[in-house]
Protein backbone atom coordinates (compact mmCIF):
# COMPACT_ATOMS: atom_id res chain seq x y z
CA UNK A 1 0.00 0.00 0.00
CA UNK A 2 1.13 3.58 -0.87
CA UNK A 3 1.41 5.99 2.10
CA UNK A 4 1.02 9.02 2.49
CA UNK A 5 3.51 12.05 2.67
CA UNK A 6 2.47 12.26 6.50
CA UNK A 7 2.25 8.51 7.04
CA UNK A 8 5.75 8.17 5.55
CA UNK A 9 7.19 10.88 7.91
CA UNK A 10 5.37 9.12 11.10
CA UNK A 11 6.47 5.91 9.69
CA UNK A 12 10.23 7.35 9.47
CA UNK A 13 10.03 8.89 13.05
CA UNK A 14 8.87 5.36 14.79
CA UNK A 15 10.75 3.36 12.58
CA UNK A 16 14.40 5.83 14.44
CA UNK A 17 12.09 5.24 18.02
CA UNK A 18 11.86 1.85 17.35
CA UNK A 19 15.92 1.36 17.02
CA UNK A 20 15.94 2.44 20.79
CA UNK A 21 13.67 -0.25 21.86
CA UNK A 22 15.59 -3.24 20.62
CA UNK A 23 16.59 -3.38 23.99
CA UNK A 24 13.08 -4.36 25.74
CA UNK A 25 13.86 -7.56 24.27
CA UNK A 26 16.28 -8.26 26.69
CA UNK A 27 14.65 -6.88 29.57
CA UNK A 28 11.33 -8.70 31.70
CA UNK A 29 8.14 -6.98 30.61
CA UNK A 30 6.48 -4.68 33.17
CA UNK A 31 2.98 -5.43 34.10
CA UNK A 32 2.79 -3.25 36.73
CA UNK A 33 -0.62 -1.50 35.86
CA UNK A 34 -2.60 -5.01 36.08
CA UNK A 35 -1.40 -5.19 39.88
CA UNK A 36 -3.50 -2.55 42.24
CA UNK A 37 -4.31 -0.05 38.61
CA UNK A 38 -5.93 2.34 40.81
CA UNK A 39 -2.38 2.44 42.96
CA UNK A 40 -1.63 5.84 40.87
CA UNK A 41 -4.89 7.04 40.38
CA UNK A 42 -3.85 10.60 38.95
CA UNK A 43 -2.07 9.00 36.61
CA UNK A 44 -4.54 8.73 33.19
CA UNK A 45 -2.66 5.75 31.90
CA UNK A 46 -3.07 3.71 35.23
CA UNK A 47 -6.74 5.32 35.07
CA UNK A 48 -7.31 3.83 32.35
CA UNK A 49 -6.26 0.07 33.01
CA UNK A 50 -8.30 1.05 36.37
CA UNK A 51 -11.08 1.43 33.94
CA UNK A 52 -10.35 -1.41 31.93
CA UNK A 53 -10.02 -4.04 34.79
CA UNK A 54 -12.99 -3.17 35.90
CA UNK A 55 -14.41 -3.60 32.88
CA UNK A 56 -13.44 -7.38 32.53
CA UNK A 57 -11.19 -7.95 29.48
CA UNK A 58 -12.07 -11.76 29.73
CA UNK A 59 -13.09 -12.86 26.59
CA UNK A 60 -13.69 -9.31 24.69
CA UNK A 61 -12.27 -8.48 21.61
CA UNK A 62 -10.07 -5.27 21.76
CA UNK A 63 -8.42 -3.17 19.13
CA UNK A 64 -5.27 -1.59 20.04
CA UNK A 65 -4.81 1.00 17.87
CA UNK A 66 -1.28 2.44 16.94
CA UNK A 67 0.11 -0.03 19.28
CA UNK A 68 3.69 0.49 18.32
CA UNK A 69 5.88 -1.95 20.37
CA UNK A 70 3.31 -3.77 22.42
CA UNK A 71 2.69 -2.65 25.56
CA UNK A 72 -1.00 -2.53 25.89
CA UNK A 73 -1.81 -5.73 23.20
CA UNK A 74 0.31 -7.97 26.13
CA UNK A 75 -1.48 -6.27 29.20
CA UNK A 76 -4.86 -6.95 27.23
CA UNK A 77 -4.18 -11.04 26.32
CA UNK A 78 -2.81 -11.05 29.80
CA UNK A 79 -6.58 -9.68 31.10
CA UNK A 80 -7.73 -12.31 28.68
CA UNK A 81 -8.67 -10.04 26.20
CA UNK A 82 -8.59 -11.62 22.26
CA UNK A 83 -6.50 -8.64 20.95
CA UNK A 84 -5.97 -7.53 17.49
CA UNK A 85 -3.34 -4.33 17.34
CA UNK A 86 -1.97 -2.41 14.35
CA UNK A 87 0.63 -0.13 13.74
CA UNK A 88 2.33 1.47 10.62
CA UNK A 89 5.93 0.42 12.14
CA UNK A 90 7.06 -2.96 10.95
CA UNK A 91 10.12 -2.44 13.07
CA UNK A 92 8.16 -1.95 16.34
CA UNK A 93 5.60 -4.87 15.66
CA UNK A 94 8.24 -7.18 15.17
CA UNK A 95 9.00 -6.22 18.87
CA UNK A 96 5.55 -6.95 19.91
CA UNK A 97 5.17 -10.14 18.36
CA UNK A 98 8.80 -11.29 19.90
CA UNK A 99 7.94 -9.96 22.91
CA UNK A 100 4.27 -11.75 22.56
CA UNK A 101 6.14 -15.15 21.69
CA UNK A 102 8.22 -14.52 24.54
CA UNK A 103 5.29 -14.34 27.03
CA UNK A 104 3.50 -17.14 25.98
CA UNK A 105 0.41 -14.31 24.68
CA UNK A 106 -1.50 -14.97 21.42
CA UNK A 107 -2.29 -11.68 19.90
CA UNK A 108 -3.23 -10.44 16.33
CA UNK A 109 -0.65 -7.87 15.23
CA UNK A 110 -0.85 -6.36 11.93
CA UNK A 111 0.52 -3.50 9.77
CA UNK A 112 -1.22 -1.05 8.32
CA UNK A 113 -2.61 2.40 8.55
CA UNK A 114 -5.17 3.95 11.03
CA UNK A 115 -6.76 5.63 8.01
CA UNK A 116 -7.52 2.50 5.80
CA UNK A 117 -8.57 -0.73 8.15
CA UNK A 118 -9.37 -3.67 6.94
CA UNK A 119 -11.25 -5.31 10.13
CA UNK A 120 -15.07 -5.70 10.17
CA UNK A 121 -17.66 -3.41 11.45
CA UNK A 122 -18.81 -3.93 14.91
CA UNK A 123 -16.31 -6.81 15.98
CA UNK A 124 -14.71 -5.32 18.34
CA UNK A 125 -16.46 -4.92 22.08
CA UNK A 126 -13.10 -2.25 22.97
CA UNK A 127 -11.10 -0.31 21.01
CA UNK A 128 -7.55 1.12 23.01
CA UNK A 129 -5.76 4.57 21.94
CA UNK A 130 -2.78 5.14 24.34
CA UNK A 131 -0.24 7.87 23.97
CA UNK A 132 -1.50 8.28 20.78
CA UNK A 133 -4.66 10.58 21.05
CA UNK A 134 -2.62 13.45 21.49
CA UNK A 135 -0.41 13.04 18.21
CA UNK A 136 -3.77 12.06 16.24
CA UNK A 137 -5.91 14.98 17.12
CA UNK A 138 -3.12 16.93 16.24
CA UNK A 139 -2.38 15.74 12.99
CA UNK A 140 -5.61 15.53 11.75
CA UNK A 141 -5.79 12.02 11.87
CA UNK A 142 -8.29 11.77 14.17
CA UNK A 143 -10.88 13.68 11.84
CA UNK A 144 -9.92 11.81 9.08
CA UNK A 145 -10.72 8.22 11.04
CA UNK A 146 -13.10 9.30 12.39
CA UNK A 147 -14.89 9.48 8.46
CA UNK A 148 -13.14 6.66 6.87
CA UNK A 149 -12.45 3.75 8.67
CA UNK A 150 -14.03 0.65 10.22
CA UNK A 151 -12.73 0.78 13.82
CA UNK A 152 -14.40 4.68 14.24
CA UNK A 153 -17.61 3.22 12.88
CA UNK A 154 -17.29 0.32 15.50
CA UNK A 155 -16.13 3.01 18.08
CA UNK A 156 -19.46 4.82 17.62
CA UNK A 157 -21.72 1.98 17.17
CA UNK A 158 -20.37 0.53 20.37
CA UNK A 159 -20.50 3.64 22.19
CA UNK A 160 -24.63 4.44 20.79
CA UNK A 161 -25.54 0.93 21.79
CA UNK A 162 -23.71 1.69 25.23
CA UNK A 163 -25.75 4.58 25.61
CA UNK A 164 -28.88 2.81 24.16
CA UNK A 165 -28.69 0.46 27.17
CA UNK A 166 -28.02 2.97 29.77
CA UNK A 167 -24.20 2.89 30.33
CA UNK A 168 -21.68 0.40 30.79
CA UNK A 169 -18.36 -0.52 28.71
CA UNK A 170 -16.82 2.61 26.88
CA UNK A 171 -14.24 2.35 24.20
CA UNK A 172 -11.47 4.07 25.98
C1 LIG B 1 3.46 7.58 20.54
S1 LIG B 1 3.41 5.97 19.83
C2 LIG B 1 2.41 5.11 21.02
C3 LIG B 1 2.58 3.63 20.93
C4 LIG B 1 1.73 2.80 21.92
N1 LIG B 1 0.32 3.12 21.84
C5 LIG B 1 2.23 2.97 23.34
O1 LIG B 1 1.51 3.49 24.18
O2 LIG B 1 3.39 2.55 23.60
C6 LIG B 1 2.29 6.18 18.46
C7 LIG B 1 2.23 4.92 17.56
O3 LIG B 1 1.25 5.13 16.56
C8 LIG B 1 1.77 4.61 15.32
N2 LIG B 1 1.12 5.37 14.25
C9 LIG B 1 1.24 6.68 13.97
N3 LIG B 1 0.47 7.02 12.93
C10 LIG B 1 -0.15 5.88 12.53
C11 LIG B 1 -1.06 5.58 11.50
N4 LIG B 1 -1.45 6.51 10.65
N5 LIG B 1 -1.50 4.32 11.39
C12 LIG B 1 -1.07 3.35 12.24
N6 LIG B 1 -0.20 3.57 13.24
C13 LIG B 1 0.25 4.83 13.38
C14 LIG B 1 3.27 4.84 15.38
O4 LIG B 1 4.00 3.98 14.53
C15 LIG B 1 3.54 4.58 16.87
O5 LIG B 1 3.89 3.24 17.12
Redesign the pocket.
Known sequence: MELTER?RS??EY?QQHARKKQQLLTEPFSWDVLDRPCRRWWNAYWSMYAHLVRLEMAGKTVL?V????G??ALRLAKLGATVHA????PD?LSIARALAKREGLRVFFDE????SLTYDDNCFDVGV????VR?LILRG?YAESCSCNSFWRTADAYEEKRCEAGGGPAAV
Do not use: I, N
Open positions: QELHVGCGYKDFDLSLMPAELSASEW
